[in-house]
C-alpha cells in the first residue's frame, strides 16, 4: 500500500513512518523538519507545513495517518485541526481511499492540558466521525487514537525531570507511559488489519483517565 503519514519526521510519526516500512509498505512523509530517514526508492520526503499550501502528490494513497500537530504556541486550532482537515480533504476523500488515522489527545475528553490544544483535539476526533461517513461508501475506515502520555520529544521537559515524570506516572494506573513505538503498532492495526471498526476514537492512556479516590 502507499501510506501518507504527516508529522513524519519525529516521536510518534518517525515511528509509523518505520512501521510502514518495516511492513513493506511505500511512505510519503510531510514535514516541517528534514527526516532522518533519508529519501529511497520506499520513502519519500516532502517538506512542508500541513496549514498551507500542501503539495501535489501523484498517485493514489491508500492509507492517511494524520499525524502533525503542536501543543502550544498560539497556531494550535490551525494546525491541529485546520491542518488536519485541509491534508483529509486534499490526500483522504478518494476512491482509492483504504483507511485514515487521526491522532488526537487524551485531551479531546476530559479537557485538560492548554485549552486551544484541548479544543482543536476535540475538533479531530468529531471530524473524524464526518469523515467516517464521508468514506464509507469506499468500503474505507475512520478512526482516532487519543493517547496520553507518550516518550516523543514534545515532552521531553517532563521526560528530563525525575520529579515532574514521576507525578505524571503517579497520574496513570499502570504507572508508566507508552513509547512512540507501541503507538505507531496501534496505528498500523487500525489502518491495516482492522476492517470492522470506524468512527471511534481509541483511548490509550494507561489508566489515567480511569483513575480515581474513592472518599468515603
Known sequence: MRILITGSSRGIGLACTRKYL????????????????????????LTADISGPLPDIPGEIHVLVNNAGVQEGGRE???NLSGTIAVTEKYGITPS?????????SSARNGAEFPRY????????????????RVAPYGATSNSISAGGVYT????HIIDSPTLM???LDETLLHRWASAEEIAEWCYFMTNINRSMTGQDILIDNGEQLRSNFIW
Do not use: W
Open 153 to 156: 520529544p514534545l515532552n521531553r
Open 22 to 45: 518495516a511492513e513493506g509498505h511505500e511512505v510519503i512523509g510531510i514535514d516541517l523538519q528534514e527526516s532522518p530517514i533519508r529519501s529511497c526508492g520506499s520513502y519519500t520526503h
Open 118 to 133: 484541548a479544543a482543536s483535539k476535540g475538533g479531530v476526533v468529531t471530524y473524524m466521525k464526518n469523515v467516517a461517513l
Open 166 to 168: 514521576e507525578q505524571c
Open 77 to 79: 486550532i490551525e494546525i
Open 97 to 105: 481511499i483504504h483507511s485514515i488515522l487521526f491522532m488526537a489527545s
